[in-house]
């Protein structure tokens, strides 16, 4: 089935931990992105990637690090979780950047992390 | 910088019709995006204006008013499916998308 997989979809993660968050597409979409939701407040950017071998940061990348080795996978890792980043983390992904069509995202199911 | 606002929640009546506004502040503006995001669920796209006026796809349609920083999306003909939040999405100079926290529809019947 086409479209963005996220793994896990859940997971509870002790204070000081490293963590993945994997995300995998296959819809050939050059730019991905990593947004986390938290309640009563919009979904918010971590990190970007306009094409494979590039990324820049969003609004709230600290703490995080991504990496896009190739066009299909663009990971979230968290170095040393802490507990503001409890939250449910989506991955997306767009045809393009640069463009009206870079609104057009096509999201995962989201990965809900709590971090004790 | 940017601003979105969208009231926090709204209720409706199955088969009514409802507007939900977003008004947005901002010095750069490619167009504005809404969602819909059923509870646990991701969002999904709905509709797209970068120029003033209605787009109708459906029982959607969504208004843009450039100069009054304003637009609103419009759901005919309530369903219970339609229970949901809907997000207001502003694309800036930079083509990012900046967020408002989101309008959860209650559809009563």
């Known amino acids: 089935i086409a479209g963005i997989t996220q793994a896990p979809t859940s997971q509870i993660l002790a204070a000081g931990r490293r963590m993945t968050l994997r995300c995998t597409q296959d819809?050939?979409?050059?730019?991905m992105y990593w947004y986390r939701q938290d309640l009563g407040l919009g979904l918010r950017l971590i990190h970007y990637?306009?094409?494979?071998?590039?990324?820049g940061k969003g609004e709230v990348p600290d703490g995080y690090s991504v990496s896009r080795a190739n066009t299909d996978d663009f990971p979230l890792t968290l170095a040393s979780a802490v507990p503001s980043q409890t939250s449910v983390y989506f991955c997306?992904?767009?045809?393009?950047?640069?463009?009206?069509?870079?609104?057009?995202?096509?999201f995962g199911e989201g990965s809900r992390l709590t971090v004790l | 910088g940017q601003n979105i606002d969208q009231p926090t929640e709204m209720t409706a009546t199955e088969g009514a019709i409802v507007q939900i506004n977003c008004t947005y502040q901002?010095?750069?503006?490619?167009?504005l995006f809404w969602y819909q995001q059923h509870a646990g669920e991701a969002p999904t796209f709905l509709s797209y204006?970068?120029l003033d006026g209605l787009e109708e796809k459906g029982r959607f349609s969504s208004f843009l008013s450039r100069s009054k920083g304003y637009s609103y999306l419009l759901l005919k003909e309530l369903q219970m499916k339609d229970s949901a939040s809907y997000l207001c999405?502003?694309?800036?100079?930079?083509?990012?998308?900046?967020w408002g926290a989101g309008t959860k529809l209650i559809i009563k019947p």
């Open positions: 990637s306009n094409t494979a071998g590039t990324t």
């Open positions: 204006n970068v």
């Open positions: 901002t010095s750069g503006f490619n167009g």
């Open positions: 999405a502003l694309m800036d100079s930079n083509y990012q998308l900046i």
């Open positions: 819809m050939r979409h050059n730019a």
């Open positions: 997306a992904s767009s045809v393009s950047s640069g463009s009206p069509s870079t609104g057009e995202l096509f």
